[in-house]
């Protein structure tokens, strides 16, 4: 069982881990589509989104979903009756619609795409 355990943090380390600028606890995005101001991508699978109250948020999706996604601001639409975004959300990422599963959404401070001088990371 303790193995087990340890297996699961060594493969989902950004998960568990403290990131700079981010919340260890997870939350929901309470949105429709209209109400997104900003997607931009972090490192590897994650996506950085900003809701209509200016909050920013880090939403990691599954492995590998991005890795055909060239765009920096990637066209991101997110299940179409959706009024929240959580971890089990799907998303549809580019011109070819590759669809994802959110794994995780929590708080952000603004990403360095955004500010110049933020601690955030894009991992």
């Not at 303790?2 to 997870?26: N, R, V, W």
């Not at 209509?52 to 991101?76: H, K, Q, S």
């Amino acid at each position: 069982m303790m193995i087990t355990l340890m297996a699961l943090a060594i493969a989902h380390p950004a998960e568990t881990a403290s990131l700079p600028g981010i919340a260890d606890e997870e939350t929901q995005i309470g949105v429709t589509q209209r109400q997104l101001r900003n997607v931009v991508r972090g490192n590897g699978d994650v996506l950085f989104v900003q809701d209509r109250t200016n909050r920013w948020y880090r939403v990691a999706l599954n492995e590998g979903c991005t890795d055909n996604v060239i765009d920096p601001r990637p066209t991101v639409k997110f299940g179409a009756r959706a009024t929240t975004i959580d971890q089990g959300s799907n998303v549809y990422i580019g011109d070819f619609g590759s669809v994802c599963k959110v794994t995780s959404v929590r708080r952000s401070e603004t990403p360095p795409q955004y500010d110049s001088d933020s601690i955030v990371t894009l991992d």
